[in-house]
């Protein structure tokens, strides 16, 4: 086949966005254009009045910088056309799965299931009318599916790693866009160097070391956002207003029932909050849920109260925090001392790793660098701990943050300080 284009798309980040017949059939289903409906950054938006995004533009610009990708590494490599249109499709669904709200439908979902959204979105290559058009176009939709997560095995790993890891497409849209619709600065990165940088070593991703400098300030980039943006402690705040509630309403409206993939795709943000907010409480839970949701719709936020910076030796502290068992007895403890139910107490500690995770899922301990040129080229891992500001940043997110209603504050504050300054935590844990 030919990459030959039938139309183009004007993206506000990136200009042009040219698609070819088969993406356009792709995008054009009902399956995709459903991500016009879920915002990228979920609660964003109540902080960030610009970023109201979705996720249908997000895969449009992780297609179109995944094919930036593959033709900058076929000048190395001998990547087929063919190839680079599966590296493109694969990028155009790999969020295709994703639920109301974007990642805060996989917080509730964890407590519920084992399921994430790229298992779904392999489940919807597959068992809708995209595995057709996937098959009219000469591309296996069960390997397609496996390949929109970065899991096909059948291909050389730097495909996979194109679609998901520290150096993929998604990272590299998302940074942008993020950055561009919130107005925020720090994800502006020099994204077209990286990629002119990116090579193969023994069938991985590798940068030559030319461009070591532009991974590192994306890397460094993406960790500010982090702190800025993604965990900014207002718009935590509100997502954990709205997985609280969805949690708690799940039995009245069935949202972790995916065993009619139909009506899971009929799950959008505006459609599962007006569910929400129109509830008929018939429990205690319920009319918490009804609460809470009207509450995130007319920006009536819980107040973050105590926020800590968990260093490097507390990381202990933090893995066990981490666990349903122990947030569950510091929200007890909270609430007894401050005489509040547990109910409106909100411990959060982040779990996003601060350098992304490999394809395989692994956290990583280098990058593959390539020094020299033509017949002199060679190339070597190199450690993130020999690249100081990256290695100083690996791990997690490290804060924990407790959150309250308003009225509640004063109250909660001074429990939460009580707890978290006698040592007694820290004491379970050397025990």
Not at 10 to 22: L, M, N, Q
Not at 123 to 134: N, Y
Not at 166 to 195: H, P, W
């Amino acid at each position: 086949m030919s990459l030959k284009t039938v139309a183009e798309i004007r993206d506000p980040v990136h200009g042009y966005i040219k698609i070819t017949e088969a993406e356009r059939d792709v995008i054009d289903s009902p399956f995709v254009q459903r991500l016009r409906r879920i915002h990228q950054l979920a609660g964003a938006y109540l902080v960030y009045p610009g970023a109201v995004h979705t996720r249908f533009d997000h895969v449009m610009g992780a297609m179109h910088v995944a094919g930036q990708i593959a033709e900058a590494l076929s000048l190395w490599t001998d990547l087929s056309p063919d190839q680079i249109q599966e590296i493109r499709l694969a990028a155009l669904l790999h969020d295709v799965g994703h639920g109301p709200f974007s990642h805060m439908f996989e917080e509730v979902l964890a407590d519920k299931a084992t399921t994430t959204h790229e298992d779904i979105s392999q489940r919807i290559v597959v068992e809708t009318s995209i595995s057709d058009m996937l098959s009219k176009h000469g591309f296996s939709p069960k390997k397609m599916s496996a390949f929109s997560v970065g899991k096909q095995n059948s291909k050389p790993p730097f495909m996979n790693e194109i679609i998901a890891g520290g150096l993929s497409a998604d990272i590299m849209d998302y940074l942008l866009r993020d950055s561009y619709f919130t107005g925020v600065e720090y994800g502006k990165v020099d994204v077209q160097r990286v990629v002119d940088s990116l090579r193969v070593a023994e069938r991985h991703l590798a940068i030559d070391n030319a461009g070591l400098y532009a991974f590192e300030a994306m890397l460094l980039a993406r960790y500010e956002m982090f702190k800025a943006v993604y965990f900014h402690r207002t718009v935590r705040a509100a997502e954990l207003m709205l997985v609280k509630s969805m949690k708690l309403a799940d039995d009245a409206l069935h949202l972790t029932d995916l065993s009619d993939i139909d009506v899971y795709l009929e799950m959008t943000d505006e459609r599962i909050l007006h569910d929400l907010v129109s509830l008929d409480p018939e429990t205690t839970d319920q009319k918490e849920a009804k609460r809470l949701a009207v509450d995130f719709r007319d920006r009536r936020l819980v107040k973050c109260v105590f926020e800590q910076l968990l260093q490097r030796r507390d990381r202990v502290m933090e893995q066990l925090l981490e666990r349903s068992r122990m947030r569950d007895e510091v929200v007890l403890d909270i609430a007894e001392k401050s005489k509040v139910n547990k109910m409106h107490i909100y411990l959060d500690v982040p779990t996003t790793p601060s350098v992304p995770y490999t394809s395989a899922r692994e956290a990583p301990t280098s990058i593959k660098v390539i020094y020299g040129e033509g017949k002199k080229a060679h190339h070597r891992n190199v450690l993130l701990t020999e690249l100081p500001l990256v290695g100083s940043i690996a791990g997690f997110m490290d804060i924990l943050r407790i959150y309250t209603r308003a009225e509640n504050r004063a109250a909660v504050k001074r429990a939460t300080a009580r707890i978290f300054s006698d040592g007694s935590y820290m004491t379970k844990i050397s025990v």
